[in-house]
């Protein structure tokens, strides 16, 4: 009889872990979600401004003696230019999310030119000029650009530009007096010169998105201007020499930018998570 109870109980107790194990239903595992940047691309435009530091490298001058018909060279001794500022203007297009590319116009506000040099004059045989011009320019240049990636909402690039500069000097007034001041020559003025000149540039900085389609622009830009002409001759009658043409050796110009960009269409960037499969609900079976 003892034997029967307890056979009763053991079957019992296994019927009823069989029923439970029934009942309990798979574990659902959810498949970690694909997250795809869509791709930026499409045309913008910019509009930027600079505070320009000017370096000049240096310019020169010729002398032509009328008696002798011998031309010096002359060096300016000292040559400096004034900082000035720029504002500019462009069209580009994002071909994706690292490369793009954009064709601008700047403009350089009004700098001034002090230079000096030594010599004779007609005061006395040792003499320093005075020499003051000013000169305006606009640089067309095209660019390109690599985007280093986009670390929340800011995008840093580099990037380097060739084109051309329009340099326009408007004269040179130049005033020579006697080193011992004893007096002046009086002032005489070489009319000025204008020129294109080959260009390039370099550029870095970091992109701020301020909306979906608007960023704003931070960065430094080197530009370089080759030498031209700058000023026309000039006659002097009292030293019986023919002064001029003066040609300037280039700039190297050193800028801080600041400006926005404007991307047409939708440059917003979506998160896309694909469908994921889930297993069907099982009904409980009971054996």
């Given at each position: 009889?003892?034997?029967?109870?307890?056979?009763?109980i053991?079957?019992?107790?296994?019927g009823?872990?069989?029923?439970?194990?029934?009942?309990?239903?798979?574990?659902?595992?959810?498949?970690?979600?694909?997250v795809?940047?869509a791709?930026v691309?499409?045309w913008?435009?910019?509009?930027?401004a600079s505070y320009?530091?000017?370096?000049?490298?240096?310019?020169?001058?010729?002398?032509?003696?009328d008696?002798t018909?011998t031309?010096?060279?002359?060096?300016?001794?000292?040559?400096?230019?004034?900082?000035?500022?720029?504002?500019g203007?462009?069209?580009?297009?994002?071909?994706?999310n690292?490369?793009?590319?954009?064709?601008?116009?700047?403009?350089?506000?009004?700098?001034?030119?002090?230079?000096?040099?030594?010599?004779?004059?007609?005061?006395?045989?040792?003499?320093?000029?005075?020499?003051?011009?000013?000169?305006?320019?606009?640089?067309?240049?095209?660019?390109?650009y690599?985007?280093?990636?986009?670390?929340?909402?800011?995008?840093?690039?580099?990037g380097?530009?060739?084109?051309?500069?329009?340099?326009?000097w408007?004269?040179?007034n130049?005033?020579?007096?006697?080193?011992?001041?004893?007096?002046c020559?009086?002032?005489?003025?070489?009319?000025?010169?204008?020129?294109w000149?080959?260009?390039?540039?370099l550029?870095?900085?970091a992109?701020?998105?301020?909306?979906?389609?608007?960023?704003?622009?931070v960065?430094?830009?080197?530009?370089?201007v080759?030498?031209?002409?700058?000023?026309?001759?000039?006659?002097?009658?009292g030293?019986?020499?023919?002064v001029?043409?003066?040609?300037?050796?280039?700039?190297d110009?050193?800028?801080?930018?600041?400006?926005?960009?404007y991307?047409?269409?939708?440059?917003?960037?979506?998160a896309?998570?694909?469908?994921?499969?889930?297993?069907?609900?099982?009904?409980?079976?009971?054996?």
């Amino acid at each position: 009889m003892k034997k029967f109870i307890w056979s009763a109980i053991t079957a019992a107790m296994l019927g009823a872990s069989a029923q439970a194990a029934d009942l309990i239903q798979p574990e659902v595992v959810q498949a970690p979600a694909e997250v795809q940047v869509a791709s930026v691309s499409g045309w913008y435009l910019r509009g930027d401004a600079s505070y320009s530091i000017m370096k000049m490298r240096g310019a020169h001058y010729f002398i032509t003696q009328d008696v002798t018909g011998t031309v010096d060279n002359g060096t300016f001794d000292s040559t400096k230019l004034d900082n000035t500022a720029s504002i500019g203007a462009g069209v580009g297009y994002q071909f994706n999310n690292y490369i793009r590319s954009d064709v601008t116009l700047d403009y350089t506000f009004r700098t001034t030119f002090n230079g000096s040099t030594q010599g004779g004059c007609g005061v006395s045989t040792a003499c320093t000029s005075r020499d003051i011009a000013h000169m305006t320019m606009f640089s067309l240049l095209a660019n390109a650009y690599v985007d280093l990636g986009t670390y929340g909402s800011v995008t840093p690039y580099v990037g380097a530009g060739l084109g051309a500069t329009h340099v326009s000097w408007d004269g040179d007034n130049n005033t020579s007096c006697a080193n011992d001041g004893s007096g002046c020559d009086p002032t005489f003025q070489h009319e000025g010169r204008e020129s294109w000149r080959f260009t390039y540039a370099l550029m870095a900085g970091a992109s701020i998105d301020v909306t979906c389609n608007l960023k704003a622009d931070v960065g430094y830009r080197y530009r370089h201007v080759n030498s031209g002409p700058m000023f026309g001759s000039i006659y002097f009658s009292g030293s019986q020499a023919n002064v001029g043409p003066g040609f300037d050796k280039g700039f190297d110009i050193h800028e801080v930018r600041s400006g926005i960009r404007y991307q047409f269409g939708d440059s917003c960037q979506t998160a896309y998570l694909p469908p994921v499969d889930l297993p069907q609900a099982q009904t409980p079976v009971f054996k």
